[in-house]
């Protein structure tokens, strides 16, 4: 989870210095790291690069994932691949594609979920009693 929120401080620095497409990028990977983080903390497998997907396995597990989360995860997961290949696009680089406006949703549907896996992980370790 760590690693999540410093990627998510990263995401921040990036989107001041104006380089959007790697905010975009940096948030997805937050993103991913905080789910993962969490399902591993409860004890599952954890792989695929999808927050959609991993965000699924952890409503598999009977864990109410907001709707509204799921559509962040479906916007973070559209900046996997066109935020870092210039072949994504039809011309140019995909520096050229992405603005402040993308890096500020970016980073807040990133902070939705690591603030959701965070609280998920707390409630968990309440429950067991840690």
């Known amino acids: 989870m760590e690693q999540a929120e410093h990627n998510l401080e990263s995401v921040e620095r990036d989107a001041e210095d ?5 905010a975009c990028f940096k948030a997805q990977q937050a993103a991913e790291l905080a789910v993962k983080a969490l399902l591993l903390g409860l004890g599952q497998p954890a ?3 999808s927050v ?25 997961d559209r900046l996997y691949i066109p935020t870092r290949y210039p072949n994504a696009h039809p ?4 520096f050229e594609f ?3 406006a993308d890096a500020q949703q970016a980073l807040s549907d990133a902070r939705q ?5 965070r609280q998920v992980f707390h409630d968990a370790q309440m429950a067991a009693g840690a």
């Open 52 to 76: 959609l997907a991993l965000l699924r396995q952890v409503s598999d597990l009977q864990i109410d994932v907001p709707q509204q989360l799921l559509e962040s995860a479906q916007r973070l």
């Open 18 to 22: 104006r380089d959007f497409a790697w």
């Open 98 to 100: 992405y603005n402040e």
């Open 91 to 94: 011309t140019g680089s995909p």
């Open 113 to 117: 979920v690591i603030d959701f896996a």
């Open 47 to 49: 792989r695929g690069q």
